[in-house]
């Protein structure tokens, strides 16, 4: 005869006192909507529970527990794939890749939780395999009183873990001022690396694999003592509360009054950040700005500098003394005047015939400048000049 019905007829404590006094071996299969939970039996005695068969509740827990290495999960993931009759947790035993002692305590924690997780399904139908093995019988034999004893203590306990801790989807932050007892054990050191202020308590559960019960009592408890606080708002979170006061303070600073939706902003970081003295050597950049940004940020026609060939060191004074204006200075020689000379100089072959022959050369009617070729000496030809007035 086949065993099945619904939950609201039969109660799963009834049922597994059932498969128990009768000695059977097999699967007890549970669905509600999507989930599909499974307790397997031989003999009477609990091997191994699920209570979502679409997830590995027992290779997250190994993994979450850090007992197996990435080439061994791979290989076991690999053979387990392969073959729907080896599960993972048997697949690594086999393997030696795990302690033994190791997967058959995680498996009888594993069922513990699986139970406790489908006695508070308030529905459900169920159906009994005959003869159905476990893919990841270890051995394990548990008695179906101990099972139920432990499960039900488990749903009387849960009802202050949830007065602590009211939904999955609470989120909890390490505690602004550090409690007067700071001692956790190892299971507890590992959970608080993973509460970050963003997760939730069903992402936490998911990541340590060690089911619900078991992390959100864990948990509840550092709540209890101070280390962890649910947030609220921003209300426990150490850099909010930092953040809030630090935005309250900048009044003093900017002269602008702190409104209260100024104040939301800057905890939520939507907020412009508080202005920044300038030195005058280090004029202020935008933070978000990169390298090339920065030298196209530059006005129109302009010629970008880059930051390596900016001088950020002051301008010293000329060590030299300013060159010595003379008395009496020199008119300027336009060039076309200098044109002309040189052209008078190369028409004459660059001799110099009596001063009339000079002074047409050196100062023509139309200019009142004296143009010399510079290539002249002019020592020499003042020089020259006195020998012809001497003669």
Known sequence: ??????????????????????????????????????????????????????????????????????????????RAAGDPGIGLAKALAEAGAADESVLTSLMAEQAVDSVFDLLRWPEGDFGFVVDETNPDDLGVALPVDDVVSEARRRLDYWQTVSRTIPSPDSVLVISAHAPADLSINADEWSMLGLVDGRRGVHELIALTGRGEFTCVSALAAMVDRGLLAVRGGDDGDAASALIRRHHVLSRLETGIPVSSSSL?????????????????????????????????????????????????????????????????????????????????????????????????????ASSPYIERDPSVNKSLLLRLIAGVRGL
């Open 264 to 364: 939301a902003a800057a905890v939520s970081g939507t907020a412009e950040p508080a202005p920044v003295e300038q030195h005058a050597a280090f004029p202020q950049q935008s933070s978000s700005m990169s390298g090339s940004a920065m030298l196209s940020a530059t006005p129109t026609g302009e010629t970008p500098v880059r930051p390596e060939d900016r001088n950020v060191t002051p301008a010293r004074p000329e060590p030299f003394l300013p060159r010595r204006t003379p008395d009496h200075p020199e008119d300027h020689v336009p060039a076309s005047t200098m044109t002309a000379v040189n052209a008078v100089g190369s028409h004459s072959g660059g001799s110099v015939v009596g001063s009339s022959a000079v002074a047409a050369a050196v100062a023509p």
């Open 1 to 78: 005869m086949r065993l099945e019905g619904t939950l609201d007829a039969f109660s799963l404590p009834d049922i597994f006192q059932l498969l128990s006094f009768t000695k059977k071996t097999g699967g007890l299969h549970l669905r509600r909507g999507d989930l599909h939970g499974v307790v397997f039996f031989n003999s009477g005695s609990v091997t191994g529970a699920s209570a979502d068969q679409g997830r590995q509740a027992l290779g997250r827990r190994l993994v979450g527990a850090g007992h197996v290495s990435d080439e061994a999960l791979m290989q076991a993931v690999d």
